[in-house]
Antibody, heavy 117, light 111 residues
Framework: EVQLVESGGGLVQPGGSLRLSCAVSGVTFSTGWMTWVRQAPGKGLEWVAN????????HYVDSVKGRFTISRDNAKNSLYLQMNSLRAEDTAVYYC??????????WGQGTLVTVSS | QSALTQPPSASGSPGQSVTISCTGT?????????VSWYQQHPGKAPKLIIYEVNERPSGVPDRFSGSKSGNTASLTVSGLQAEDEADYYC???????????FGGGTKLTVL
């Protein structure tokens, strides 16, 4: 069974930092693109960032460029999202997902990030 | 990065068919056959139901089908069942610089 388990969410003040983690099992982690998607409360899905299997290529949505950093550790089957300079508009449930034929085939249950003073 | 355009709501009675549209541009939906659809029940993670325009992952009922014409993709749910009531999101690859875009989502109600 494929499992993706996010952790690291919580309440943080504006301007603060958080590091999200995603532990993957049941599928070969090192061969797939990995993605972070977020969903603000009551809103739709927003693609945030993705990373190539070997970590050599990373992409970000414009609103997080320069503030968020995606990374992975293939030896630990883990994906990360370092989030700095957090803003109220970053408040959302953050999902990690693994690719399946040019789509997001496997999703975690999500972790809630709340940016508020 | 502009979102794809979906109707906010759709509805149908059990047993009927409903089609949800997803309109993009010649830079995303129109340019690539990498349109996917996701089903999300309240409080749950999204689930992939269609990839590469019209392919179904293992375990997804054949009541779900996808298509594309020009810059518009569509998801059709045939033989509506109560458990199909959920939010549906489309997504498309949009090239190297933008990567992926989502639609705003469509809430499907089974009457």
């Amino acid at each position: 069974e494929v499992q993706l388990v996010e952790s690291g969410g919580g309440l943080v003040q504006p301007g603060g930092s958080l590091r999200l983690s995603c532990a993957v099992s049941g599928v070969t982690f090192s061969t797939g693109w990995m993605t972070w998607v977020r969903q603000a409360p009551g809103k739709g899905l927003e693609w945030v960032a993705n990373i190539k299997p070997d970590g050599s290529e990373k992409h970000y949505v414009d609103s997080v460029k320069g503030r968020f950093t995606i990374s992975r550790d293939n030896a630990k089957n883990s994906l990360y999202l370092q989030m700095n300079s957090l803003r109220a508009e970053d408040t959302a449930v953050y999902y990690c997902a693994r690719d399946l034929s040019w789509s997001l085939g496997y999703w975690g249950q999500g972790t809630l990030v709340t940016v508020s003073s | 990065q502009s979102a794809l355009t979906q109707p906010p709501s759709a509805s149908g009675s059990p047993g009927q068919s409903v089609t949800i549209s997803c309109t993009g541009t010649s830079s995303d939906v129109g340019a690539y056959n990498y349109v996917s659809w996701y089903q999300q029940h309240p409080g749950k993670a999204p689930k992939l139901i269609i990839y590469e325009v019209n392919e179904r992952p293992s375990g997804v009922p054949d009541r779900f089908s996808g298509s594309k014409s020009g810059n518009t993709a569509s998801l059709t749910v045939s033989g509506l069942q109560a458990e199909d009531e959920a939010d549906y999101y489309c997504s498309s690859y949009a090239g190297y610089n933008i990567q992926w875009v989502f639609g705003g989502g469509t809430k499907l109600t089974v009457l």
